[in-house]
């Protein structure tokens, strides 16, 4: 198919796609004349990988393409090539805190004594000191004065347990008779896909929980009064 | 303290304080000269909440707006602010999948199910809508031909009653005896940093168990024969 075909096949418009083969996240097409490629279904996965990168798992296009790259590299063990992409789904951000050191030896504890296998340099330690950093700087857990001593990681060990249970699970579906490209879409996607359900229905549920406990009490209501 | 204090206090630069300022974000200070104003300790709490929302939590600075202002107004319910903040934290994207509205209904009909107490309309419905769409058309879980039409819901019970109890758990950290705006605050900050530990605990039991799983078979070394 031509360009324009590839764009109706996966809903992304010509210019964008023009943008992707720039950026070497999508592979060329086969050259049929000046300025015309033919385009196929390894196109159209492509397309649709970058688009759950990028639209689902909110990667910038830079982040994007380093999980391509763990995608494409056949040099590298899916394990490996796992902690490539998990690096590059970390968000960038300043961690000027001072706090942060703290939090991430606190994250470091919490790795070792749950016995995780975690690589010790692995980014999404960040991404868990960020969050310990913001609950305490903001006291979410009502602890008063403590509020500029980081928290206390063990707090988390009861998820950390349910968490490895549920890990276990998600990777069990990747599939092993496959091509090594098709495992790790399936592992990236996965995590992404699975990591949106899971904040979904954690916010479906605190919706649920805030209505059970401050529902009860109506607000005053100056705007509705009779018609 | 000047601007440049208040910028000292929070870590954020001036001309960013200055775009809050302008955008609405941050409530003025109290004017001392021509072009010179006074700022305290609410500020440097509500830059510390900006800074939350938009680098914790990615918001764009227009959904942060949305936030805040529900944050503010003390016309509406704590739950019905909540539910404002809810709305504006999904992330807005094309929806242009033809399983979209199936997933959607899919996911109205876990709600009813598990006897949800979700507005009808809530934004979040979307967002695991969007990641049922990804998990069904990159048959992550290996359903085959399935791979068209959207998964079954029921996959997610056992998480809905396990994300239930740890909402009750959270919203119960809530203080019932401070000022509104700082009961918002609370919220709104530990929904985005509980998601955000809770994302990065599910990433590192993934790791392990990516690990556990494939790191037995060393892939080929090529690059690494003897110096």
Redesign the interface.
């Known amino acids: 198919m031509r360009i324009a075909g590839l764009s109706a096949a996966t ?1 992304v418009s010509v210019a964008t796609l023009k943008y992707y083969l720039r950026e070497g996240l999508l592979h060329p097409g086969v050259a049929t004349a000046v300025n015309q490629a033919d385009y196929d279904d390894t196109h159209v996965r492509r397309v ?2 970058i688009r ?1 990168l990028v ?2 798992g ?1 990667l910038s296009i830079a982040d994007a393409a380093r999980v391509l790259h763990a995608v494409d590299d056949d ?6 090539a ?2 490539v992409a ?1 690096d590059a ?1 970390v ?1 960038h ?2 961690r ?2 001072p706090l942060h050191a703290d939090a991430l030896a606190e994250v470091d504890r919490l ?1 070792e004594r749950n016995q ?4 010790p340099n ?1 980014e ?2 960040h ?2 000191a ?3 950093v ?2 305490t ?6 602890q008063g004065d403590a509020s500029t001593t980081v928290l206390d990681g063990h707090l ?1 060990d009861s ?2 347990t ?3 249970e ?3 699970f ?6 092993q008779h496959e091509e090594r490209s098709d495992q790790m ?3 990236v ?27 009860a ?4 209501r ?2 509705r009064v009779a018609k």
């Open positions: 809903g649709r990988l759950a639209e689902l909110r040099e590298v063990s899916i394990h490996e796992f902690g998990q789904m968000p951000r300043d000027d805190d790795v995780l296998l975690v690589r692995a999404v330690r991404m868990l960020d969050a310990l913001t609950l700087r903001f006291d979410v857990l009502g988390f998820y950390v349910a968490a490895v549920s890990a276990e998600e990777i069990g579906y990747v599939p879409t399936v592992t996607v996965g995590t992404i896909a699975w990591e949106v359900a899971m904040a979904a229905i954690r916010r479906l549920a605190l919706e649920h929980a805030s209505a059970r406990r401050f529902d009490v109506p607000p005053p100056r705007q």
